[in-house]
Nanobody, 119 residues
Framework: QVQLVESGGGLVQAGGSLRLSCAAS????????MGWYRQAPGKQRELVAL???????NYADSVKGRFTISRDNAKNTVYLQMNSLKPEDTAVYYC?????????????WGQGTQVTVSS
């Protein structure tokens, strides 16, 4: 059983910073994809940033230059460093990984962590 556990969300003023973490546990042979999504009330879930096993990264236009995604392969952990936060960044943030376990590659989601940015 593979699980993703997120941490690092909270309340911050506009212009501030937060770092989100997401750690995978269980029987894991490799992780081919790591990404962060967010969902604001009444809106669709959107991709914020992703990183591949080859360290290729992509960002949503709305966060380019402000957010940085990174990973620690030894810890099966992905991070999202969020700087210069804006009120429109307020959302529940979810991590996502494609994990190779004993049976197959599976798509896993974290439980979500609330990020609230005040004006």
């Amino acid at each position: 059983q593979v699980q993703l556990v997120e941490s690092g969300g909270g309340l911050v003023q506009a212009g501030g910073s937060l770092r989100l973490s997401c750690a995978a546990s269980g029987i894991i042979f490799s992780i081919t994809f790591m990404g962060w999504y967010r969902q604001a009330p009444g809106k669709q879930r959107e991709l914020v940033a992703l990183i591949t096993g080859e360290d290729n990264t992509n960002y949503a236009d709305s966060v380019k230059g402000r957010f940085t995604i990174s990973r620690d392969n030894a810890k099966n952990t992905v991070y999202l460093q969020m700087n210069s936060l804006k009120p429109e960044d307020t959302a529940v943030y979810y991590c996502n990984m494609v994990v190779v376990t004993t049976n197959k590659a599976i798509d896993k989601w974290g439980q979500g962590t609330q990020v609230t940015v005040s004006s």
